[in-house]
């Protein structure tokens, strides 16, 4: 399906992102992003420091196939593209995730939470479904990657009328700054400004 780009300080944008409701619902996904796909999620280069530095910290919560694969072989794999990313367990289940009552959940974000631990997860995790592309020239994209598992979270942000950016503002804030989660609700209203006008 082809997207509407706007530009925003320099990065590229698909209208999707602001004009999609969507709004988790762990109750009905259960959390499959993490345990369902055919790669882990992207990571920057300094995050696999953070990884280690912070990996005593989180450890406890993942599972024990998890923390034999990240102590045998690493905190990251090297995809199709060359890019780092999160390793998987027997091709699915993400090195740091675990079950709890059936729903999957993050070992890192978990610590997070409980206040042992100082990285949040994975900016890309963090930002999902939104998924950043860095290109050679510099510029920066961003897109909604479309995947099956999150219809429940498109019916719960189309009853809720969450549209995606709203529900990212903790990570899209971490990631690039509150002027620009500003810049997005700025361009949200002239969006429907305009979808307003063409249906008068």
């Given at each position: ?22 709004l988790?619902?762990l109750?009905?996904c ?23 530095r912070?990996?005593d ?14 102590e045998?072989?690493g ?14 367990i027997?091709?699915?289940?993400c090195?740091f995730s ?7 959940y993050?070992?890192i ?7 042992e ?10 930002l ?6 860095r290109?050679k020239?510099?510029?920066v ?6 995947w099956?598992?999150?219809s ?5 942000g ?5 549209p995606?950016y ?5 990570a899209?804030?971490?990631a690039f700054g ?12 002239y969006?429907?400004?305009?979808s307003?006008?063409?249906?008068e």
């Open positions: 399906m082809k997207q509407t780009m706007i530009e925003i300080d320099g990065k590229i944008i698909s209208t999707d992102i602001l004009t999609t409701p969507f988790c619902d109750k009905q259960r959390g499959l992003c993490c345990v369902e796909g055919t790669g882990g999620a992207p990571l920057a280069d300094e995050e696999i420091d953070i990884l280690e912070e990996y910290n989180y450890s406890k919560y993942m599972m024990p196939e998890g923390r034999e694969i990240v045998k072989h905190f990251m794999v090297v995809d199709d593209d060359g890019e780092y990313s999160t390793p998987l027997e091709g699915a289940d090195v675990f079950q709890e009552n059936g729903v999957a993050c070992a974000e978990r610590a997070f939470k409980n206040g631990c100082g990285f949040h997860k994975p900016v890309s995790c963090h999902y479904p939104i998924r950043v592309k290109f020239n510099g510029s994209g961003l897109n909604y990657n479309r099956d598992i999150c429940s979270a498109l019916e719960c189309k009853k809720l009328g969450v995606m709203k529900m990212l503002q903790e899209i804030v971490r509150q002027e620009f989660y500003d810049a997005l609700g700025e361009a949200e209203s969006l429907n400004n305009l307003e006008e063409d249906d």
